[in-house]
């Protein structure tokens, strides 16, 4: 009873509350959750018949597997992260700038490509077990493809997550904590774990969230390892089964899962909101000891381990590849492609940064608070699965095309088919909370002060967006752009469904050949991937470093 | 801001609208092919056709799954003339979901064998692959094999390696074994098969050849067209472990070694039907046919074109066959069997 009065009142003052920002607010709303809801619609039809089948032969095989890859990466993600990041953050030593650009670069290497190396470099008559051999090591081989083999590649992959959030988290601590504790008497282990760690754990577990993302988003990995996976399991469903209504199902149960996932790291963050307070508190100097003795060989190695499993080695591996294989692959048209793929990843990675602009200010001018659940909808599409997303876009632009050609006789078809339209709409859906998240979380850094004085001196809220708001968050901008760019450069699923066939991308190359088992010529078109991504990461990490005057700045500004 | 949504727009579309195939298709020459395959070979083929007959062939690339769902929901809309793929299964069910037309090419009908075409000819096969053993050449002796049911014998406990279910030839290779021996026997025999296994199946064809080499199994099942690639092979490695085995045709005395075929059907809504037809033809004529053999280490459909060197180095075999709608009408029954057994 209560809830219905809620709602009326609601709906009463509908037209008050409203403002042209409501509007705009639901029209990107609308147009973004298109492929959510009509998944969302195919599930109303209800379970395929082969849904039996699945529950008992292999759903809860499926099941396990991926909880324990999410586990064990996790864990080992969290591990490397963590201990690279409070290594870099807190000792000076020789390198440590390049060590720490190093430290990203595992995001630039596409998971599976990397699960392919690793079976080059240990496999039989493997790059690495040569070299293992020749120094005397009585090794034939180290089996990778199992579910161990699985945790590694990914936890070596993907760990740079953790290691961002945690590094940021490390960086920002006030001075004051780290005396108060030496003070009393803490040993700097015991600070790092009873105090450093606790304090940054709503930037760690923000990381891991994303790991875990991108665990059960991985297929080509999990395939090729022949780990049974709930995503795997949701492709076989698909194409071995024939059953796409109880694939589309097995998708809807990951998200909610994923959903809950969501809301137990917001619960937990604002549980431990008071990591946010203390950023207001002057940041520590950053002064780092500077490192000596035995403790430097340890601290070395500790850093050189991923870079060297996640990044060096994949790489030598690629190259001795590229080397093979160097003739025939490469070519002016490579380099055509590796052109096109900059400029869709450009172009798209500029309408989803505009998109989440557009959707953080107007959501925050809107009164219609209920609207903005569009938030939540906006940032769903990062957890389907690609070719899941791919139906669900087909079979919309489909209906928008039908609806144009019976009831307006336009033929709207070539815009679709003819162009990469329909590819940067996917993307948008996919990416956007990739630049949606950390352009909303700086944003409100700034407070409201600034933007009300403007809006006193009689200003627009838009001209105090292009004047004060955005030039305030250029940093942020631009990183989330490059950000985005760069999951852009390394989608395939989506790419390869609904490109259009002027246009090929160098994942969709390197996976043509991988695909057919002609790993050494997926090579080149991989290692230009990687070159490329890699400039970016690297711009990436020098532009945060600039960035880190910032909070200063914002502070000023409170 | 409505100048700003309107700059936005104008944008979006300007910096990704291309020419649409379907307008073009129809002023001019081009037909549109939807492929799963996407070897080297094929792109010097399609060129060969357009210098040929001046058409300009427009390719999509993905697997054979994606593009039936894209080709389902596109409807008569779609730009596509031509769905080819990489085993008979895929282009049986695009028939059945009503994706595929028939045609009528006396070319064709004369060319293609029977057995590798649809009834209604709703596709032709192109191209062969045998699913075979291959084995060490010094810890198996040729005599000791006979046919896929012997691999069930205990001796091989342990020995075997193959890949895993997911993988769409081994799932023809058991719809083969169902429609032949009947399903109570073709479940025995992957249940004899998975305790055979000489380790989780895991990686590609490939793999389980070089698994071979580095002792882990005596024998695996794999596709010909694998061991073509790895004798030429740039990778040293590859090139070592794919002579390091020998090929055996199985099932001689009974049926026949399992053949899988890669094919191509025309859409029922292609736009420019004849250009297409035309393509299809150029490919089943004896000198494509001879390339795909020479370049791709297929066997050719058309019985007038030589096979290579290599694939003639392995000895001429008995088919199986089997008609090959069955491997697509079977597909789903292969799976479910595999689930039951256990087979990864």
Redesign the interface.
């Known amino acids: 009873m209560e809830i219905k009065t809620k709602v009326t009142f609601k709906l009463k003052h509908l037209k008050r509350d409203s403002n042209?920002w409501s509007f705009y607010v639901l029209a990107i709303g609308l147009f973004i959750s298109i492929p959510a809801l009509s998944i969302l619609f195919y599930l109303f039809n209800g379970v395929g018949e082969m849904w039996q089948?699945i529950t008992t032969?292999?759903l809860f095989d499926y099941i396990k597997n991926s909880v324990i890859l999410i586990l064990g990466t996790s864990l080992l993600s969290f591990s490397i992260g963590t201990s690279a990041a409070w290594i870099v953050c807190k000792y000076d030593f020789r390198f440590r700038s390049l060590i720490e650009s190093l430290l990203f670069l595992p995001l630039a290497i596409p998971s599976y490509i990397m699960a392919y190396t690793y079976?080059g470099l240990l496999?039989?008559?493997g790059l690495l077990i040569g070299w293992l051999q020749a120094i005397g090591l009585p090794l034939?081989?180290i089996e990778m493809?199992?579910i161990q083999g699985l945790i590694w590649v990914l936890s070596f992959s993907l760990f740079p997550y953790v290691y961002v959030g945690a590094k940021t988290m490390f960086i920002s601590f006030p001075k004051v904590i780290q005396e108060t504790a030496t003070l009393l008497g803490a040993s700097s282990k015991r600070y790092f774990f009873r105090i450093a760690l606790p304090l940054a754990s709503p930037a760690i577990i923000g990381g891991l969230f994303l790991v875990i993302m991108e665990v059960l988003n991985d297929y080509g990995a999990a395939?090729?390892?022949?780990i049974?996976t709930f995503t795997?399991g949701i492709?076989?469903t698909?194409?071995?089964?024939?059953d796409?209504q109880s694939a589309i199902y097995l998708s809807a149960i990951l998200v909610a899962l994923v959903f809950l996932l969501n809301i137990l790291v917001k619960w937990y963050r604002r549980k431990k909101s008071y990591a946010l307070r203390i950023t207001t508190l002057e940041p520590e100097q950053r002064k780092r000891v500077l490192l000596s003795g035995k403790k430097k060989y340890v601290y070395y190695s500790i850093l050189l381990i991923p870079v060297l499993f996640g990044f060096l080695l994949p790489v030598i591996q690629l190259l001795y590849?590229g080397y093979?294989?160097f003739h025939?692959m490469f070519n002016t048209a490579l380099l055509t492609i590796a052109l096109q793929s900059l400029f869709v990843g450009g172009?798209a990675a500029f309408?989803i940064v505009?998109m989440s602009i557009m959707l953080v200010y107007f959501s925050r001018w809107n009164n219609l608070k209920y609207l903005n659940f569009f938030k939540r909808i906006a940032t769903i599409g990062y957890v389907i699965p690609g070719?899941i997303i791919?139906?669900g876009i087909?079979?919309s632009s489909?209906s928008i095309?039908?609806f144009f050609?019976d009831y307006i006789g336009l033929?709207i078809?070539?815009?679709f088919?003819?162009?990469?339209?329909v590819?940067?709409y996917a993307y948008i859906f996919r990416f956007l909370a990739v630049s949606y998240n950390p352009i909303e979380a700086n944003s409100l850094k700034f407070g409201k002060y600034l933007s009300e004085s403007s809006y006193l001196l009689a200003s627009s809220k838009?001209k105090t967006l292009f004047k004060i708001e955005l030039p305030l968050l250029r940093y942020t901008l631009v990183s989330s752009f490059l950000l985005v760019f760069v999951d852009i450069l390394k989608e395939l699923p989506l790419t390869?469904?609904l490109?259009?066939?002027?246009l090929q991308t160098l994942a969709?190359k390197s996976y043509?050949?991988a695909?057919?088992?002609?790993v050494?010529?997926a090579a080149i078109p991989a290692l230009l991937l990687i070159a490329i991504i890699s400039c970016v990461m690297i711009f990436v990490s020098y532009w945060n470093k600039i960035n880190e005057k910032s909070p200063k700045e914002a502070n000023r500004f409170e | 801001?409505r100048l700003?949504l309107l700059l936005?727009l104008g944008l979006?579309?300007s910096?990704?609208?291309?020419?649409?195939?379907?307008?073009t298709a129809k002023d001019n020459q081009s037909i549109?092919l939807y492929t799963h395959r996407?070897?080297d070979t094929d792109k010097a083929i399609i060129k060969k056709f357009e210098d040929k007959t001046g058409i300009t062939v427009?390719?999509?690339?993905?697997?054979a799954?994606?593009?039936m769902?894209?080709l389902e929901?596109?409807?008569d809309?779609?730009?596509a003339d031509l769905l080819m793929t990489v085993d008979a299964g895929r282009l049986v069910?695009a028939k059945e979901m009503g994706l595929l037309q028939s045609v009528e090419s006396d070319f064709l009908t004369t060319t293609i064998p029977e057995q590798f075409r649809d009834s209604d000819n709703n596709w032709f096969s192109l191209t062969k692959r045998a699913r075979v053993i291959v084995y060490d050449k010094n810890r198996v002796n040729a005599d000791e094999l006979s046919t896929y049911e012997a691999l069930t014998d205990a001796k091989w406990n342990n020995k075997i390696l193959i890949?895993?279910s997911?993988n769409i030839y081994n799932?023809s290779l058991m719809a083969s074994i169902i429609a032949n021996k009947g399903k109570e026997n073709a479940k025995i025999w992957a249940e004899g098969m998975v305790n055979n296994f000489a380790r989780?199946?895991?990686?590609?064809?490939?793999?389980q050849v070089?698994?071979i080499?580095?002792?882990e199994g005596d024998l695996a099942i794999v596709n010909t067209y694998?061991i073509g690639?790895m004798i030429n092979?740039?990778?040293?490695?590859?090139v070592?472990a794919g002579n390091a085995i020998s090929i055996f045709f199985p099932n001689q005395a009974g049926e026949g070694t399992h053949i899988n075929v890669s094919g191509i059907g025309i859409t029922k809504y292609a736009p420019n039907k004849k250009a297409a037809i035309e393509f299809v033809e150029f490919l089943a004529s004896k000198e494509i046919q001879e390339l795909f053999a020479e370049a791709n280490y297929e066997y050719p459909v058309n019985p007038n074109a030589e096979s290579s060197e290599l694939l003639k180095s392995w000895g001429s075999f008995k088919e199986d066959s089997l008609a090959l709608a069955k491997l697509g009408e079977l597909?789903?029954e292969a799976?479910?069997t595999f689930?039951?057994v256990g087979w990864?």
């Open positions: 042209q089948h032969y292999f079976v496999g039989y008559q034939q081989k493809m199992n395939k090729y390892f022949g049974n795997t492709f076989r698909w194409t071995a089964l024939e796409i590849w093979l294989t025939t172009v309408f505009t070719a791919g139906i087909i079979r489909q095309i039908n050609s033929n078809g070539f815009l088919y003819g162009s990469s339209v590819l940067i838009i390869l469904i490109k259009p066939y002027t969709t043509e050949y695909d057919d088992e002609r050494a010529e | 801001m700003l936005f979006f579309i910096c990704t609208a291309e020419k649409s195939s379907k307008e549109t996407h070897y427009n390719v999509v690339k993905a697997s799954d994606e593009l769902q894209k929901s596109e409807g809309q779609s730009p069910r890949r895993s997911g799932q989780t199946p895991k990686g590609n064809d490939r793999d070089k698994a080499l580095a002792g694998y690639n092979s740039e990778d040293p490695n590859e070592e597909n789903k799976v479910i689930d039951e990864k």
